[in-house]
């Protein structure tokens, strides 16, 4: 993504991340401007694809460069940002408060998985995910890396607890956390995104991803649940 050309040198500084309020409720913590700009520069992408500079990303967001810089860092701050934000559009199952049971738990993953396909086959995560995909191993920059990390490992991290619990309470058995989550989100996401991705015009609607979920689901608890 050319966020910095030659012409738009950012002001040397030592600041580090993106921003720090990044974690399990991402979007809550950040303010409603950085949102504002994040949206403009998803929208950038979906609009003309990845070829825009910080310049544009000011324009469109009616802020200064300076700004920018100033909240993000840097270029790969402003990605690491952006991502992490459309990350954070999903929402993560809340543990029940009371005992965990096998419907309970299933109605969890559902939930999840409900609300991801929705993220995921949205105009704005098919955008990002194409401009990862282009620049992946090309060296133009590092948003194939930042995606990777931030979006699909990030997520296992954040649904871990609730394959763990599910462990704990003796409702599933695995022998590695991440291989239950790789499992799981194969069985929700299937060829969806690829289709999506290479051009595909017909994306599931609303009834179709709750039924993908569901079975995604169900299935899930067939291959590791126990009893």
Partial sequence: MTLSPASETAPKQTAAPADAAFGASAGEAMSERKQEVLDAVLKLMVAEGDGFSVAAVARAASCSKETLYKWFGDRDGLLTATVRWQASKVRMPKLPQDKLTRDSLEAALNGFAENWLTVLTGDLSIALNRAAVSHAGSGKSRLGAIVLTNGPFAMRQRLAPLFEAGRAAGL????????????????VVADTQIRALLGEDRRPDDTEIRTISATAAAHFMRLYGRG
């Fill in 172 to 187: 599933l058995d695995f022998d590695e956390v991440d291989t239950a989550c790789r499992t799981f989100f194969g069985l």
